[in-house]
């Protein structure tokens, strides 16, 4: 049987350019590709930290396991660190706190990546935004010439110490080398939470430990 044909003489099945119809197959592979994106790009913004809400991806797993312990002291006053931060419903960030004794914990799945006292004052920032001092909020920053909003001037200076000596570091100080804790030291502020030696990607701790981070603001001169 002949084809009819078209007003312009071409038959009718061919009048549109011979455009695809839209299957019920094509239909699922572009759902399929849609999914595989998306879930592409969950992935992605979930190991990079950026649904978390903190700068730095969320651990997964953990090789290197070291416990700093920072003191901060503004105008003689200590200032509490406090407990939980990096630390959320959906994401434990490579460092952050148990407790409010001043030890960090920095937990990575390895060795390789240094982790900075600058980096944990920014989880430490995007965790809780401000820390009281003396009763009033104060921001949380960290750098050679401020400390939570204390800046240095002509009569003050923020001071870094490092196992008691003075540091030039500030906030790119690595804190992979400066663990604090061992199987020795079993009372605060290690315990409750710190107790043990370091694990170092299942060699032993090169760096020893007892080691000590201290900020201070204070008068200079």
Not at 10 to 20: F, L, V
Not at 66 to 88: C, E, F, K, R
Not at 114 to 122: D, S
Request: glycine letters at 10%; one cysteine or more.
């Amino acid at each position: 049987m002949t084809k009819r044909a078209g007003r312009w003489g071409i038959p009718r099945n061919r009048r549109r350019g011979g455009r695809k119809r839209l299957t019920l197959g094509r239909v699922l592979l572009i759902v399929i590709i849609a999914t595989v994106v998306g879930l592409g790009s969950l992935v992605y913004y979930a190991e990079s930290g950026a649904s978390s809400g903190f700068p730095l991806p969320c651990a997964t797993s953990v090789s290197m396991h070291v416990h700093p312990y920072l003191q901060i002291i503004i105008n003689g006053q200590n200032v509490t660190i406090p407990a939980d931060v990096g630390i959320s419903s959906s994401c434990l960030e490579p460092i952050h706190t148990h407790d409010a004794s001043g030890i960090l914990h920095l937990e990575t799945p390895g060795t390789s990546t240094n982790y900075t006292l600058g980096q944990f004052f920014q989880i430490w920032s995007a965790t809780d935004h401000t820390v009281a001092v003396d009763g009033q909020a104060r921001p949380i920053v960290f750098n050679s010439t401020d400390i939570l909003g204390f800046k240095a001037d002509a009569t003050h200076k923020v001071v870094l110490l490092v196992d008691g000596k003075p540091s030039s570091e500030y906030a790119s100080l690595v804190l992979n080398t400066l663990d604090y804790c061992s199987a020795a030291t079993t009372g605060p502020p290690c315990s409750p939470t710190a107790v043990g030696d370091p694990a170092y990607g299942g060699q032993p701790y090169p760096y020893g430990t007892g080691h000590t981070i201290v900020i201070e603001y204070e008068a200079s001169g």
